[in-house]
């Protein structure tokens, strides 16, 4: 029987790190997510004292994966149309391929995306979910990694592609694949609490 995970609207946990307290992140996603790369690094930044806001083009529930079989299901918590950008401190962008895919399509989601590369809010994006920033236009000049089949599609925007389990540019957080999201999770709670003059330099 499948399960159904439900969120309240923004989540604050009660743990012991209270780093990112009083910081609000929108996760952004629809159907076609990667159940491990929405859950598991929401739960660190709310662990971390965040709150935690998973917008979405979709209403009601978006259907995660576990890469090619159906997962769980979630809450959208905020449509797009009445998401501000400026309500928010970081973006984060789970990965599975069909999530980013179906996502780069929308213009108020790319919109929503530019709005943050814009502003200099730290931006967080694992695996297929590059392929939303490529769509903004906003990943010129930035250096990033990504699932590898992303490669050729980043350099073509011009960004500087590199195989690693993370990378930290001015805020921007990018990894590869699951196995990274330890890695991933602890550079974007870092930049998170980084002034936004240091993340720049």
């Given at each position: 029987?499948?399960?159904?995970?439900?969120?309240?609207?923004?989540?604050?946990?009660?743990?012991?790190?209270?780093?990112?307290?009083?910081?609000t992140v929108a996760i952004l996603a629809t159907d076609g997510v990667e159940?491990?790369?929405?859950?598991?690094?929401?739960?660190?930044?709310?662990?971390?004292?965040?709150?935690?806001?998973?917008?979405s083009p979709k209403s009601g529930k978006i259907q995660a994966f576990r890469h090619l079989d159906r997962g769980d299901t979630f809450d959208v918590d905020l449509s797009i149309q009445q998401a501000d950008p400026k309500a928010f401190d970081a973006?984060?962008?789970p990965g599975g391929a069909h999530n980013p895919d179906q996502l780069r399509t929308v213009p108020e989601v790319v919109e929503f995306v530019r709005a943050f590369a814009v502003t200099g809010k730290p931006v967080a994006a694992i695996c297929h979910?590059?392929?939303?920033?490529?769509?903004?236009?906003?990943?010129?000049?930035?250096?990033m990694t990504s699932w590898p089949s992303l490669r050729k599609d980043l350099?073509?925007?011009?960004?500087?592609?590199?195989?690693?389990?993370?990378?930290?540019?001015?805020?921007?957080?990018?990894?590869?694949?699951?196995a990274d999201i330890p890695a991933f999770v602890n550079k974007v709670i870092?930049?998170?609490?980084?002034?936004?003059?240091?993340?720049?330099h």
């Amino acid at each position: 029987m499948e399960q159904h995970a439900t969120t309240t609207q923004t989540k604050e946990s009660g743990g012991d790190g209270q780093k990112l307290k009083g910081k609000t992140v929108a996760i952004l996603a629809t159907d076609g997510v990667e159940q491990v790369e929405l859950t598991e690094p929401r739960k660190a930044l709310e662990q971390a004292g965040a709150k935690t806001v998973l917008v979405s083009p979709k209403s009601g529930k978006i259907q995660a994966f576990r890469h090619l079989d159906r997962g769980d299901t979630f809450d959208v918590d905020l449509s797009i149309q009445q998401a501000d950008p400026k309500a928010f401190d970081a973006l984060f962008l789970p990965g599975g391929a069909h999530n980013p895919d179906q996502l780069r399509t929308v213009p108020e989601v790319v919109e929503f995306v530019r709005a943050f590369a814009v502003t200099g809010k730290p931006v967080a994006a694992i695996c297929h979910a590059a392929w939303t920033l490529v769509e903004a236009d906003v990943v010129r000049g930035k250096t990033m990694t990504s699932w590898p089949s992303l490669r050729k599609d980043l350099e073509n925007a011009g960004a500087t592609w590199v195989d690693r389990d993370v990378v930290v540019d001015k805020g921007w957080v990018t990894s590869r694949k699951p196995a990274d999201i330890p890695a991933f999770v602890n550079k974007v709670i870092e930049e998170m609490t980084e002034p936004q003059h240091a993340r720049a330099h």
